[in-house]
């Protein structure tokens, strides 16, 4: 792997002043300056305007989820949801969709069959702010059932874990069923931030667990499928970073390379995706990002720096590093950490 290409060093010590608030306008305005690839309804097929739920939030047609055609009916194709690149340009590692109204619920259930998921992260309420954001799409109470369209979906269990609900559905449709695991972060508010980061990467954590080495795509939606999604496949393609061979992170890249020609969270907080800090959405991704940036990547970390401890979420699936001569490369800790040696 090539050794990636890094801006200007920041010094982890420097970090809370670089995100207080006086640098929010400025982060606001770099992240404003990353193209914009917003479709209009023209670009959309015939029909389709009564399946968004907002009007200026739709699917760029180049990565836009097609659904099996039904019959004649040239629209059923239709969904607002896209295919999202992952970690590693992984292809279609996510589908980032809207919150289901009622008239799109068969749809979305059609669309959580043909595309295999067998993981939902829901980062919305049903009302906020005495405002419908998304409509419910499965059963109410564990141990009923709901039809939708083809597609009957039981509710076998559901564990309140404190910031997040985790259902599990049964989901059948003719002679095969399947089982598909719902994560829903109740403690998510819309344009703000959960009060902890660690909250948000223990819910991380548990729905890598549970997607486990599954290549379908996880389902990840909000109300209009733009900020409070961008913000999880962000953190999460950026703790995967954080893991792999040079340890750095870059939020900004990451933004870009998923919108792509595709997702596009043009309405999303730019402090929810980008800033670490006082914020509270990144501060460990960020300080470890920052720690391991610039010469700090090539020398080992200063030994008056105390980085902020990440949390490994794939620790028991993360292959120790080796260097050329059989040694074990020791990852960067706290206090004694080695000299950093680039795999050659």
């Known amino acids: 792997m090539d050794r990636p290409q890094l801006d200007t060093p920041l010094d982890p010590r ?36 009564a399946k968004n ?38 292809p279609k590692r996510y589908i980032a969709t809207q919150g289901p109204l009622p008239d799109t619920m068969n749809d979305f259930w059609r669309m959580i069959w043909e595309e295999s998921i067998v993981c939902i ?11 419908r954001k998304c409509d419910r799409y499965w059963p109410e109470h564990p141990q009923t059932q709901g039809q939708y369209g083809n597609v009957t979906v039981n ?33 998510w508010p819309d344009h703000g931030v959960p009060e902890t980061a660690r909250d948000v990467i223990e819910f991380l954590r548990a729905v890598k667990e549970e997607t486990g080495t599954s290549k379908a795509p996880i389902l990840v939606h909000c109300s209009a499928g733009i900020g409070r999604t961008g913000t999880f ?6 703790m995967q970073e954080l893991q792999s061979e040079w340890r750095v992170t870059d939020i900004r890249g990451n933004v870009e390379n998923a919108q792509g ?29 920052l720690h391991v940036r610039g010469k700090q990547a090539a ?17 028991a699936r993360v292959a120790p590093r080796v260097h050329r001569f059989g040694r074990r490369r020791r990852p960067c800790r706290v206090s004694g950490c080695p000299p950093w040696r680039p795999r050659p």
Not at 58 to 84: C, H, K
Not at 158 to 185: A, M
Not at 233 to 238: E, L, P, V
Request: glycine share 8%; aromatic share 10%.
């Open 155 to 187: 509710v076998l269990d559901e564990v309140d874990s404190g910031p997040w609900v985790l259902s599990t559905f049964r989901v059948d449709n003719g002679s095969e069923t399947r089982t598909v695991k719902h994560f829903w972060y109740t403690g």
């Open 121 to 131: 992260v829901m980062t919305t309420g049903l009302i906020e702010g005495k405002r």
């Open 53 to 90: 739920r907002y009007v200026n939030v739709l699917p760029n047609e180049e990565t836009r989820v097609r659904l099996a055609q039904i019959g004649d009916d040239a629209t059923s194709t239709f969904i607002n949801a896209n295919y999202v690149r992952g970690f590693k340009g992984f």
């Open 299 to 315: 020398t080992g970390c200063p030994a008056d720096v105390q980085p902020i401890p990440l949390p490994r979420l794939y620790s």
């Open 233 to 238: 496949m962000a953190i999460d393609i950026g």
């Open 14 to 49: 420097h970090l809370r002043e670089r995100v207080e608030d006086e640098y929010n306008e400025k982060l606001r305005t770099e992240y404003q300056g990353i193209m914009s690839y917003m479709p209009t309804l023209q670009d959309l097929p015939p029909g389709t305007k």
């Open 261 to 289: 020609p595709g997702w596009l969270c043009p309405d999303a907080d730019p402090i929810q995706i980008y800033s670490p800090g006082p914020r509270r959405v990144l501060p460990t991704v960020g300080a470890e990002a």
